[in-house]
C-alpha cells in the first residue's frame, strides 16, 4: 500500500505543478502584452530621437550581418546540391533556380534569419536591459523623470523590428547568389534556365510581399520577446542568464509556430482550381 | 564607437538590405511582368478546365500575353466560367479559341489562345465562343483502352 | 555643522504620517512611520540591514506608495501624483543609488550630462559649462572623458553623487552612499554631502548603517529597527541614547536587544548528544 500512495503523491505533485506552470505562463503572456502595448505607446522618443532607434538598428542589425550573410551563402550553396541530386533524377535539373529561390523567399528566407536574429540580436537585447535592471541603471533613470521604457526599450524594438526584414532580404539574396555559385558555376546547370525560370516562377506579390510580411512578423515577435524578457528578468547574474536562454528559446518556438500560421493562410488558403 | 560612424554603417545596413529587395523584385521574381500594365477582360466557358488555376498564364504562340483572374462554376449550365485578363496591347479577334493546355509532360496547365480570322477585335467583357476542355489522364487511358479492346475484336470476325 | 535646529518657519520638505507599507497585508514591512524632515538639514535614518529604511526611502522618492497614511513629500501628497506629476515632482530631486548605478554605455561626462539632455533644452557650449561645474564640485572634472568601467569605486560614486545634482535639487536622497568605500572615499563623499547640501541650498536624507561617520555628518537621526522609528534625535542625544536596541548598534555590541545567535533548536538536541 505505502509505495502506491508515494507515486499518486509523486503523480499529483507533477499535476499541480503543471497547472501553475500553465497558469502562471498565461499570466506572463497578459502581462507581456500590456506591456508591448504600453511601450508601442511611449514610443514617441524613439520615433522623435531618432538617433537612439539608429543606434540600435546598429546594434541589433549591422552586427548580425557577419553571420546572416555567410549562413545566407551557406544554405543557397546547400539548397543548390541538394536539390540538383534529386532534380536531376526527374530531368527537371533545368528547375534548380526555382527551387533555390522560392524556398529561400518563402521560407527559409524569413525563418533561418529569424532564427539567427533571435540567437544573436535578442539574446543580446534581453542580457542589456536585463544587466541595466539588475545594476539600477533603470531605477535611476525612474529617478531622474526619464521613462526607461520610452528612454531604453522602445528604440531597442524598434531597431529590431526594421533590421529584421532588411535582414531576411539579404539572407534569401545571399542564398540565391550561392546557389547560382554552386548550380550553374560548380555544377554546370544552364544560367539562362536558372535565371529565366526563376523569374517565371517566383511571384513578386505572392513569394516575395508574404515573405517580407513574414519577416516583420517575425521581427516583431522575437524582439517583443527579447525586449521583455529583459525588463522582466529578476535583478541578479542568474534571473539575467535565464532570461537569455529563455529569449532564444521561446522566440524560436514562437517563429516556427507562427511560420506555420503564416504559410498556412498565405501559401495554401485562397487558391481556386 | 563614435555617432558618425554609427550612421555611416547603418546607412550602408539599410541601403544594402534595399538593394537586396529590388534584387529580390527585379532579378528574381517577375516584377518586369505587366502588373502595372492595362488589361481587358473576357471570359470563357471550358466544360473541364483540369489542373487550370488563378493566375496561370495566357499563352499565344509561346508567348505570354495575359493572366487567368478567377474560375467560377456555373450552376445551371454545370460549366466553368474561366475570367481572363488580356494584356491592352494585344488585341485578338473574336473567333479566337482557347484551349487549356500543360506546359511539358507535368506542368502546370496554362490557357493558350489561336487567333482565328474575323475581323472585329475582342472587346472587354467579351466571351470567346471556341473552347476546347482540357485532357483528362483517366479519360485518355480509358479511351485507349476502349480501342485496343474493340481492335482485339475485329480480328476475331 | 550646525549645534541646533532652527525652529521650522516653513513646512517640513518631507512628512510622513501614520504610514505603513508591506507588499502583503500579513506582513507589513512599515508599521507607523510619522517623520518629518524640515528644510536644509541632513537627516540619517539609520537602522539594522531589513529593517525598512531602504523602504522609506523609496516611499519618500515614490517609488513606492504607502498602503496607510500619507507621504507628502515638497508640499504634495505622494498618493495624488498622476504620472506627469510624479516626473516634476521627481526633476527636483536627486538621487544617489547603493553602487552608483552610472550607466555604463556613457562616458562620464554622458553621465551627468544625461538629466540635462532630458529636461532642458540647452546649447551645447551651456551643457558643457555646467557639467564640467558639477564635476568640479565633486573633484573629478578630470575624468569627463573616462568610462564608468574605467573608474574605482570612490570616483564612480562621486560620478554618480554629480549626477544627482545635475539638475540642482531641493531634496537629494542618499541610498547607503558609503557602501564599499575605502577609507579615504568614504572621507571625501562624507565631506562632499554636508558640502553640497548647504551650496545648494537642498535637504539631504541618508539611509546607512555607517553610525559613527553618520553621526558626525547629520543634523538629525531616526533609529529604525523591524518597521518602526524606535528612536530620534540629534546625533549627541543619539550616542547617550540608553534605549538598548541604539545602545547596542552605536556602540556595535555583539549581544542586546539584538541577538548573536539566530534563532536555532536546543544545540545538544541538533549534535544529538543526548542520546537515548
Known amino acids: 500500500m505505502p509505495p502506491w500512495t508515494k507515486i499518486a503523491d509523486d503523480m499529483r505533485g507533477r499535476f499541480e505543478r503543471l497547472g501553475s506552470n500553465v497558469t502562471s505562463n498565461v499570466w506572463r503572456l497578459g502581462f507581456a502584452s500590456r506591456f508591448l502595448f504600453y511601450m508601442v505607446l511611449h514610443s514617441g522618443t524613439a520615433l522623435r530621437r531618432f538617433r537612439l532607434t539608429v543606434a540600435e538598428i546598429y546594434f541589433a542589425g549591422v552586427l548580425s550581418l557577419v553571420i546572416i550573410l555567410v549562413s545566407g551563402l551557406f544554405v543557397g550553396m546547400v539548397l543548390a546540391l541538394q536539390g540538383y541530386e534529386t532534380l536531376q533524377r526527374f530531368g527537371a535539373s533545368e528547375s534548380l533556380g526555382v527551387l533555390v529561390a522560392l524556398s529561400l523567399v518563402r521560407e527559409l528566407g524569413p525563418v533561418v534569419a529569424g532564427l539567427l536574429f533571435a540567437s544573436r540580436a535578442g539574446s543580446a537585447i534581453t542580457a542589456e536591459i536585463g544587466l541595466m535592471k539588475a545594476t539600477e541603471q533603470l531605477s535611476a533613470m525612474e529617478m531622474m523623470a526619464v521613462d526607461p521604457v520610452a528612454r531604453v526599450v522602445a528604440p531597442r524594438f524598434w531597431g529590431g523590428v526594421l533590421s529584421m526584414p532588411l535582414l531576411a532580404a539579404l539572407f534569401s539574396a545571399m542564398g540565391i547568389f550561392g546557389g547560382y555559385l554552386v548550380g550553374v558555376q560548380l555544377i554546370g546547370v544552364d544560367a539562362g534556365a536558372f535565371w529565366s525560370q526563376m523569374q517565371a516562377a517566383v511571384d513578386l506579390r505572392n513569394d516575395i510581399l508574404n515573405g517580407v510580411i513574414k519577416s516583420v512578423v517575425f521581427g516583431i515577435a522575437v524582439t517583443w520577446i527579447a525586449v521583455f524578457e529583459g525588463y522582466d528578468a529578476p535583478p541578479t547574474a542568474e534571473g539575467v542568464s535565464r532570461a537569455t536562454t529563455r529569449t532564444v528559446v521561446t522566440s524560436s518556438l514562437a517563429i516556427l509556430a507562427l511560420d506555420f500560421m503564416l504559410t498556412a493562410l498565405m501559401f495554401t488558403g485562397g487558391k481556386a482550381g | 564607437m563614435n555617432r558618425s560612424t554609427i550612421d555611416l554603417w547603418v546607412g550602408v545596413f539599410v541601403v544594402a538590405g534595399a538593394a537586396a529587395l529590388l534584387f529580390l523584385a527585379l532579378k528574381v521574381g517577375n516584377l518586369a511582368s505587366f502588373s502595372n500594365s492595362q488589361t481587358y477582360q473576357v471570359y470563357a466557358r471550358f466544360a473541364n478546365i483540369g489542373g487550370l488555376k488563378a493566375r496561370a498564364p495566357i499563352k499565344s504562340a509561346g508567348v505570354v500575353v495575359g493572366r487567368v483572374s478567377d474560375i467560377r462554376f456555373d450552376n445551371d449550365a454545370y460549366e466553368a466560367v474561366v475570367t481572363m485578363n488580356l494584356d491592352a496591347s494585344y488585341a485578338f479577334p473574336r473567333d479566337t479559341t482557347a484551349k487549356i493546355l500543360t506546359s511539358g509532360i507535368l506542368g502546370e496547365q496554362y490557357v493558350g489562345l489561336e487567333a482565328g480570322g474575323d475581323g472585329v477585335m475582342l472587346k472587354s467583357g467579351d466571351r470567346l465562343r471556341l473552347t476546347q476542355s482540357a485532357v483528362v489522364l483517366e479519360n485518355l487511358i480509358s479511351q485507349f483502352l476502349f480501342n485496343k479492346a474493340s481492335e482485339g475484336k475485329e480480328p476475331a470476325k | ?276
Not at chain 3, 562621486?158 to 545634482?165: D, E, F, H, P, Q
Open chain 3, 1 to 276: 555643522m550646525r549645534d541646533n535646529i532652527t525652529p521650522v518657519q516653513q513646512p517640513p520638505i518631507v512628512d510622513i504620517k501614520d504610514v505603513w507599507f508591506g507588499y502583503d497585508a500579513a506582513r507589513p514591512v512599515l508599521r507607523d512611520i510619522n517623520l518629518s524632515i524640515p528644510r536644509g538639514a541632513v537627516v540619517g535614518i539609520m537602522g539594522q540591514s531589513g529593517c525598512g529604511k531602504t523602504t522609506l526611502l523609496r516611499i519618500i522618492a515614490a517609488a513606492y506608495f504607502p498602503t496607510r497614511g500619507a507621504a507628502h513629500v515638497l508640499g504634495r501628497s505622494t498618493l495624488e501624483l498622476d504620472r506627469d506629476g510624479l516626473y516634476a515632482m521627481r526633476r527636483k530631486m536627486g538621487m544617489l543609488f547603493q553602487f552608483g548605478a552610472l550607466f555604463t554605455d556613457l562616458s562620464v561626462y554622458e553621465n551627468v550630462a544625461f538629466p540635462m539632455r532630458e529636461h532642458a533644452e540647452l546649447a551645447e557650449d551651456l551643457l558643457h559649462d555646467l557639467v564640467m561645474l558639477k564635476l568640479q564640485a565633486v573633484g573629478l572634472r578630470g575624468a569627463a572623458h573616462l568610462m564608468p568601467t574605467e573608474l574605482s569605486g570612490g570616483m564612480g560614486r562621486r560620478v554618480a553623487l554629480a549626477r544627482s545634482i545635475a539638475l540642482d535639487p531641493q531634496l537629494i536622497l542618499y541610498d547607503e552612499p558609503f557602501t564599499g568605500l575605502d577609507p579615504i572615499s568614504f572621507g571625501v563623499i562624507v565631506r562632499l554631502i554636508r558640502e553640497l547640501n548647504d551650496s545648494l541650498g537642498a535637504t539631504s536624507i541618508i539611509v546607512t548603517h555607517d553610525v559613527q561617520e553618520a553621526l558626525g555628518v547629520v543634523d538629525y537621526v531616526y533609529f529604525m529597527a523591524e518597521g518602526r522609528v524606535i528612536a530620534q534625535g540629534t546625533p549627541d542625544e543619539i550616542r547617550a541614547s540608553s534605549e538598548p536596541f541604539v545602545n547596542q548598534f552605536v556602540n556595535g555590541h555583539l549581544d542586546g536587544p539584538v541577538p548573536f545567535q539566530y534563532p536555532a533548536p536546543d544545540y545538544a538536541a541538533d549534535l544529538e548528544l543526548e542520546t537515548s
